[in-house]
């Protein structure tokens, strides 16, 4: 069956079984000239331009007119081409969607208009994207977390130079009555943002998953859509599939529409363009040895199967609330030229807004694989390479042993001649398994540091002061510590002469090059005649 007939016979199914029923949709995709945001005369349309459902998908005419038969329940998006700008809804989101609406004029028609502004074009034709995963706010103190230690230093720090920001799911923590106050300090970024559904931005007591974003399509539109620039085009997927009195609750997959959507969409991609896939539950499985996968293995692979033909891909995932990248091969159905690489992004709260506040009333919020939260930012040149960061959130600057980059655990003193059993220790949050960490004690030569999988000694320590406290720390208390997949560790020396020693460390990042920290300890004497240490 040739793929245009298997995608014709695929909708055909899905009308005939799934929907409740059918909306004529029909307007005009147009040149906002005077950006008034409604089409004036002599407003030229714009050709090319996709409109879907999430499922059908219409091309706009060289008067840029659609029609479209959409699901009456379905919101109807544009999916913004390159080169063009959208502009903002009253609530400060792209106007790149319409509410359903069943029925419609005299001729059984809906209108839904689109508007496209051209924007102040970077002149090397890069992009640079925000992306948060999980701010997962249960009430307006944490609404005030996310605006005082994520959005507001962002801002301030030059955040609104951004092209585009991301969030992936988990937007609120089952308050899904929270999200216009998240809305409010998300949009003070002034960046045009999209959103894709987490397993808590499902409605509570939601009883099908064909029914369980009706408050998250009321804020964001469709969970499933696309948008182009000049530089990549952004695929956003709800992937988390309710499973109703079942154990585990949800599960990661696709849903039939959504494959359908693909089939018909991603053979029009541009060759030369990278394609972003945004989701919220990893593609990976995450599930310890004999639990059930967390992501449906079948849909994986019919996914993988789809991207194959796509030449520069990049996936990032939220969820998890702990930071790794994951290189997609064969063993998990990836059957491309190289590996797959999904991004699993460090969580905006952390774990879940959790550990001991700071001056400023703020938890701690250091994930469990000692990774601080914070926000990441993907920027992608003009021919498809990208670059990766991660930020973390309010870090202080005067303190060298925690940098963008890394933060070093070492002790501070130790016996001047003992074994050397006792180490220095680096968080690179960007690490992978190849990644290059060395260290140097005061001038000494560079050597490799070792990378283990154990519990990051700081927060190992953070977790006995909250075990010791005699009273509660915070509301809650920081998580327990997890094996991290990117810690290293070098044993420090002991046979150098007493008094304190400078610890240096560099680990070079892939796409941000070499990047420092240092730290010290003191060698101590101790004297058995009276038992009194000295330096």
Known sequence: MSPSLRVFCMLCLLAAAGTAGAARWEGRVFHDIDGNGAADAGEPGVAGVVVSDGLAIARTDADGRYRLDARDDAPVFVVKPAGWRLPARADGLPAAWHAPRAGGRGDGAVRGDFALQRPSMRRDGALSVLVFADPQVKSLADVDYYARDIVDPLAAAGGREADLGISLGDIVDDVVGLYPEVNAVTTRLGVPWLHVPGNHDLDPGARADDASLATFRASYGPDTFAWEEGAATFLMLDDVVLQPGARPAYVGGLREDQFAFLEAWLPTLPQDRLLVLGVHIPLFDTAAPGRPATFRRADRERLFALLARVPKLLVLSGHRHTQRHYRHGPA?????????????????????????????????????????????????????????????????????????????????????????????????????????????????????????????????????????????????????????????????????????????????????GEQRASTRYRLQEWREADATPTT
């Not at 007493?498 to 990042?509: L, W």
């Open 332 to 512: 998990d159905g990836w059957h491309g030229d190289e590996p797959l690489h999904e991004f699993n992004v460090g969580a905006a709260s952390g774990a879940f807004w959790s550990g001991a506040p700071d001056a400023e009333g703020i938890p701690d919020a250091t994930m469990a694989d000692g990774t601080p939260n914070g926000h990441a930012r993907l920027e992608v040149d003009a021919d498809g390479g990208y670059r990766l960061s991660w930020h973390p959130a309010r870090r202080a600057q005067d303190d060298p042993a925690r940098t963008d980059a890394m933060h070093l655990h070492a002790p501070r003193v130790l016996r001047r001649g003992a074994y050397p059993a006792w180490a220095v220790y680096a968080n690179v949050y960007m690490g992978e398994a190849d990644t290059r960490v060395e260290y140097r004690v005061g001038d000494g030569e560079w050597t490799a540091m070792q990378r283990v999988e154990r519990p990051d000694p700081w927060l190992a320590a953070e977790n006995a002061r909250d075990d010791a406290a005699a009273a509660l720390r915070g509301y809650d208390r920081s998580p327990e510590a997890e094996p991290s997949p990117h810690l290293w560790r070098g044993a420090l020396p002991t046979d150098l002469d007493a008094g304190e020693h400078a610890v240096e460390v560099r680990a070079f990042d892939r796409w941000q």
